[in-house]
């Protein structure tokens, strides 16, 4: 074969990996012990926000919302898509809505992560169509422990099932023809904070019905499987029951509030998991379900019971498994714990709603560097006065220009974050051969009264680029460092600078080790600024 047909098939084959590459979907990849979201081919991180519930339901309420999403930096807008929107009637779907968004997000360079809004809502059916509403006969509701309906579907009635899942599929359908190539819609959420209320569990006849049935193989066959991975706190429930693999939902779990809401996350779970499986056969890109957190003393049923919720993480991936991860919302201070409990079992973070007050940019950088999240999002995004001060943006800035150097290094060990406030002002992280002793910048000064007593929630993320060469970007921090392959030995700092990635290649402003370092003692980025810094470090006896 001559050297030019050589050429022409490899050039060919090259143009035809190029134009898979550019085709393939969104899609979840392992990276070392972490999760990638991977978009248009490459390695994506969610610098997102939420819009209102509202704003979405027509393009003059999003109008005067565009500059400010891009104002503030951000990458990809969380927006609720309204199943009593796209089928008014039954059988008759109008996706205008959607395409509007989809052409709009394209012009502003922005990502959509929709959120379908179809039979729960917060718990409730609000956004089913009126077609739904007003015939419970056919599309039933659940009922509380006195016979009481509630504006909640019931995931017991085929009818209810069939029905939500009919239009997500075509939903599906419609973004994967109107949107594969361009990939402006990057994941889906499926339903939004699912949960039973006032009670436990639903007493509508056909869910009495289930309660008294065997539990489903499934299910047992999945505890069977996992039971030594189980999360800890349902496996006691399990194990205080005698481990049975046979009988029905009490035999199994013993009577109780636990039981009614193990039992009610099943059939959540499975609901749900139909119509993401439904939703998967024709657009298969990312699906979440999300959860409104629990409080330690709100009982199941006070709380919206039954939920992706932590303890109940192994029933809703027995029932889930066309779910990619769960994804906690958060309007509840104990960041760590939940984020710590939502990480297990290898689950993928991802924050998709987040109180937007003034630590919330701070602990999506948090969230990135520590759990090396897939991303982060406040909620009501559009509430701000003037985007262009927020802080959020200036985060997500320096995320933006560090996103090659955090993905390239994911889920090997050489990424960490802190989040500092007045009751946690130091933390320890280990990385390489160093110990990095993070401390809030207000602790070194202690004689200005008013900052002893506000202190805001400050962070930084920090990523290993060489052997002694870090990468260390956030605000309000200062760093000392301690070498731990050598405790004998002093760290000192052979140069730190200042800098920005520009076009995925770092740049120089300014280089420091003199009053900035105090003279080669510390990193420190104060509070109110916004930096990215190189540190290279050696050792000295």
């Known amino acids: 074969m001559s050297d030019s047909k050589n050429r022409f098939i490899l050039l060919l084959l090259l143009v035809m990996q190029i134009g898979f590459s550019q085709n393939q979907m969104p899609v979840l990849q392992k990276k070392g012990n972490k999760t990638q979201l991977i978009v248009n081919g490459n390695p994506f991180i969610i610098l997102g926000g939420e819009l209102g519930n509202s704003s979405a339901t027509s393009m003059e309420s999003m109008e005067p919302i565009w500059s400010k999403l891009t104002d503030m930096n951000l990458n990809t807008v969380l927006t609720p898509i309204y199943w009593e929107l796209i089928e008014k009637e039954e059988n008759k779907f109008d996706f205008s809505l959607v395409d509007d968004l989809i052409l709009r997000a394209r012009k502003e360079n922005l990502k959509l992560v929709f959120l379908w809004f179809g039979s729960w809502k917060n718990s409730m059916s609000s956004h089913a169509p009126e077609w739904v509403k007003l015939n419970q006969k056919k599309y039933p509701r659940v009922k509380d422990d006195k016979g009481k309906s509630h504006e909640i579907l019931t995931p017991f009635s085929e009818n ?94 013993g009577k109780g509030l636990q039981t009614d809401e193990i039992f009610m996350a099943w059939y959540f779970a499975e609901f749900t998991n139909k119509v993401a499986k439904a939703g998967k056969e024709s657009y298969s890109i990312p699906l979440f379900v999300n959860a409104a957190l629990n409080a330690p003393e709100k009982k199941p049923g006070d709380y919206p019971s039954a939920g992706p919720l932590p303890h109940l993480m192994d029933i809703w991936k027995a029932a889930g498994n066309s779910i990619d991860f769960l994804a906690p919302d958060f309007y509840n201070p104990s960041f760590k714990h939940w984020n710590d409990l939502f990480t297990r079992q290898e689950n993928p973070l991802f924050i998709p709603e987040h109180r937007f007050d003034a630590s919330a940019p701070f602990k999506g950088l948090y969230a990135i560097g520590h759990y ?57 992280v280990r990385l390489g051969n160093y110990e990095f002793n993070f401390k809030h910048d207000y602790t070194l000064n202690w004689s200005d009264g008013a900052k002893e007593e506000i202190w805001p929630t400050s962070s930084a993320i920090i990523i290993q680029a060489g052997t002694d060469e870090f990468y260390i970007a956030g605000s309000g921090i200062v760093v000392t460092f301690k070498s731990l392959k050598n405790t004998n030995l002093n760290v000192g700092i052979l140069k730190t600078d200042q800098g920005k990635f520009e076009n995925g290649l770092w740049r120089t402003i300014r280089h420091f080790n003199g009053d900035q370092t105090h003279q080669g003692r510390h990193l420190r980025i104060s509070v109110g600024d916004y930096e990215i810094q190189k540190l290279k470090l050696y050792t000295y006896e």
Do not use: C
């Not at 099932?161 to 239009?167: E, G, I, S, W």
């Not at 030594?228 to 049975?244: C, H, M």
């Not at 955090?406 to 002002?425: H, T, Y």
């Open 372 to 428: 090396e999240a897939i991303g982060f999002s406040p909620f009501s995004i559009e509430s701000v006065a003037d985007a262009k001060k927020e802080p959020l943006g200036k985060i997500y800035d320096l995320v933006r220009q560090l996103t090659p150097v955090i993905e390239s290094n994911k889920g090997q060990g050489k990424i960490d974050g802190v989040l500092l406030d007045k009751e946690n002002q130091s933390q320890i």
């Open 160 to 253: 209810n099932l069939q029905a939500d899942l009919k239009a997500f599929q075509k939903l599906m359908a419609h973004i994967k023809a109107f949107d594969q190539k361009e990939q402006t819609v990057i994941m889906i959420q499926v339903e939004n904070e699912i949960g039973m209320l006032p009670t436990a569990r639903d007493y509508h006849p056909l869910a009495n019905a289930a309660f008294k049935k065997e539990v489903p193989e499934e299910l047992i066959k999945y505890l069977q499987k996992n039971k030594t991975k189980l999360v800890p706190e349902f496996s006691a429930i399990w194990k205080k029951n005698g481990f049975k693999t046979s009988g029905n939902w009490e035999q199994i779990f």
